[in-house]
């Protein structure tokens, strides 16, 4: 084999890893002021879900909603047997029917925020991009380029993970909470149902903390 054709390959292979380093640290900027705009999305939703969870359904839904099942007169009859309540619905069917309806609108309360955590899950992912990205571009011996103010990279992404978690968890309770509440008739549990949906109790009292820092550390809040 003539002997410049090892240099040959040699420089090949060296074209092509500058090549490839390149195509790396392009898409790594490009991630990173992705992550950058993701934060507005991330405010959007928080402030999303915080609405939908308190303001407008408190008021169209979950207020009526208990007061519709505090209606009952004789709530240890109805308590007593499943007949029991059938018999009541029968009686007042306009109870039923309101019943139903506020359910219905509970139920598409619960598919808004769905979306809402959903969208949260793919901004954590989208930043959990950037940091493999980086882990990729960099070793750790390199010193590595902030994104932020003064956060690193992978601590970024373990906040919006966290965020997103607890934001998931919530959800979750949510689910049960309404697909009991829509067949609770005790006035107490009603309450208790309605207390634990508004309370929140998987969203930890640092989360808009969290989020301030965010937008800090991405600039768009002025220090």
Known sequence: EPPYTAGVALKRQRNCGKKLSAVANSNWKICSKKAHDDIITWVLSFLGFIVMNCSELTKCVLFPLFSILSRSKDETELESSSLASENAEKMHPEYSRELETLCEELQATLDGLTKIQMKMEKLSSTTKGVCELENYHYTEEQKRPLLFHTWPTAHFYAVSRRLSDMYGRELSL????????????HRDLALSYLAMWLHQPYVDSDSQLLLESMLLETGHRPL
Do not use: Y
């Not at 949510?174 to 008739?185: F, G």
């Open 174 to 185: 949510k689910r049960v909470v309404a697909q009991e509440l829509a067949h609770s008739v």
